[in-house]
């Protein structure tokens, strides 16, 4: 990989590679942009086949950052932190050694919650910085906001697809039932919405079928349902060259973060099947509106206003992509990059000239 060439390519503004000895530690601390404010982005430990794997994905998820910041329209920027290990490797002193780094940062990079964290985890890293959020009780965690989002982004996908605002009786199917997944089938059975289910734990569909009377099916078989709404609720990538030829729902509307296996590929691939897109990282803003708003001294109606902002967000994005003929992954990232720059624009006025 040629280092400095991919990140001038992909915009970032420094990488930050963190190694230790005792504890032994390989983190990699990747901020996108600060334009909009300090660099948030939370922290995934993994077990990264080969470093560059672990750079790739920091990258990646930054960038996604910094444009689910600007679309959400959050005073903040994007950043993302990997650690390479394996969890059977996590150790208190593992994090705590962690969080000095982000401490150095000096509030240039806030960081929380992601993949192979616990909460205990992420407390260990509080003992040697503020730098970190999400470990507020207050708002009893991010997901049931990130549901309501997918929900109200569920509502304007319907009214640009369908041009309707007639949700009762549509079929939605919903995959992974977890903290996420679960709220939203709350709000899609309040209005009348039929529900189609899967995940990889039954004892999570049982519960569903059981509140909701939603219909199970087994996880190979929830892409190709006659739905009118596929809702990716588990893992990334399950939007790719094998599942797409699969799908009838006319939306895709989810809370999974990188549902496409290839963003340009992928965002074309379901453009030409006429399907509506919502791009993951604008329509499951709400987990990082949260976080935000714990921040800055919780709020609940603030919270909740900010959520409602995806609704307008959304249709704005759909608009783009049918005026322009393009994806709306292309639309949401041309909203995303104006907004930051019009940002610099007010900062340095002769990039406004
Ligand atoms: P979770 O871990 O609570 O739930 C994920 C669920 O998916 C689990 O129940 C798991 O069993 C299931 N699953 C895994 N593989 C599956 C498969 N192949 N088929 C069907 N089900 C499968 O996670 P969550 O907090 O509900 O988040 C869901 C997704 O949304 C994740 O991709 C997450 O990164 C993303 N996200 C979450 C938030 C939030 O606020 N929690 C915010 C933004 C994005």
Known sequence: MLLFETVREMGHEQVIFCHGKNPDIKAIIAIHDRTLGPAMGATRLFPYVSEE???????????????KAACANIPAGGGKAVIIAHPEQKTPELFRAYGRFIEGLNGRFITGQDVNLTPEDVRSIRKETKYVVGVSEKSGGPAPVTALGVFLGIKAAVESHWESQELKGLKVAIQGLGNVGKNLCHHLHEHGMKLYVTDVDTAKTEEVKQLFGATVVSPKEIYALDVDIFAPCALGGMLNSETIPLLKAGIIAGAANN??????????????KGITYCPDYVINAGGLINVYNEMIGYNEEKAFQQVHNIYDTLLAIFDIAKQQKITTNDASKQLAEDRIMNAKKSKIPELAA
């Open 53 to 67: 794997a672990a750079l790739k994905d920091a990258l990646r998820l930054s960038r996604g950052m910094t444009y």
């Open 259 to 272: 549902q496409l296996g290839d963003e340009q590929i992928h965002s074309q691939m379901l453009t030409q």
